[in-house]
C-alpha cells in the first residue's frame, strides 16, 4: 500500500508542477510597436486537461505559422502541447496606447478576436483595445 501512495503522491507533485509551469506561461508576448501577424494558442499540459489561451505576435513572422513554429517547440519542452486556435493582425501603437486587432491567418483561419482581446487587456490594462472583422 505505501508505494501505491508514493505513486499517487509523486502524480500529484508531477501535475502540480506542470500546473505551475503553465501558469507562469506570459499570457501575451507581442512586439511593442508596427502592424504584426499574432496568433492565439491554446496550450495545456500534456496528456491533461489544464490549459490556457496564449496570443504571440511578432513582425518578424512572415507567415502565422512562423510564430507556431516558434512557441511550439518552446512549448513542447517544458511538457505542454499546443494547439493554435487561429490567427490575425495586431496594430501596435504603443504612443497612443491603442491596440487593434483585426484580420484573419490563412493557414489556421481567423481567431476569437474576442478572446485576443481579453487576454490582451490583461497584459496592456491601461490601453485603449478595440477588434474587428475587418481584413485590413
Not at 500529484?12 to 492565439?40: H, R, S
Not at 490601453?127 to 481584413?135: A, F, G, P, R
Request: hydrophobic share 35%.
Amino acid at each position: 500500500m505505501t508505494s501505491c501512495k508514493w505513486v499517487s503522491g509523486a502524480i500529484t507533485k508531477a501535475t502540480a508542477a506542470m500546473a505551475d509551469a503553465l501558469a507562469n506561461i506570459p499570457v501575451v508576448e507581442i512586439d511593442p510597436e508596427g502592424t504584426f501577424k499574432y496568433i492565439l494558442v491554446r496550450v495545456k499540459v500534456k496528456d491533461g486537461d489544464v490549459h490556457k489561451d496564449i496570443v504571440r505576435g511578432t513582425k518578424s513572422a512572415e507567415y502565422h505559422n512562423h510564430i507556431f513554429e516558434k512557441v511550439n517547440p518552446a512549448m513542447e519542452a517544458i511538457g505542454m502541447e499546443c494547439k493554435c486556435l487561429g490567427g490575425g493582425k495586431i496594430e501596435h501603437n504603443s504612443q497612443e496606447k491603442k491596440l487593434r486587432v483585426f484580420g484573419e491567418s490563412t493557414a489556421f483561419g481567423k481567431a476569437d478576436h474576442s478572446v485576443s482581446v481579453e487576454k490582451l487587456k490583461s497584459a496592456f490594462s491601461d490601453y485603449e483595445i478595440t477588434w474587428s472583422d475587418d481584413k485590413k
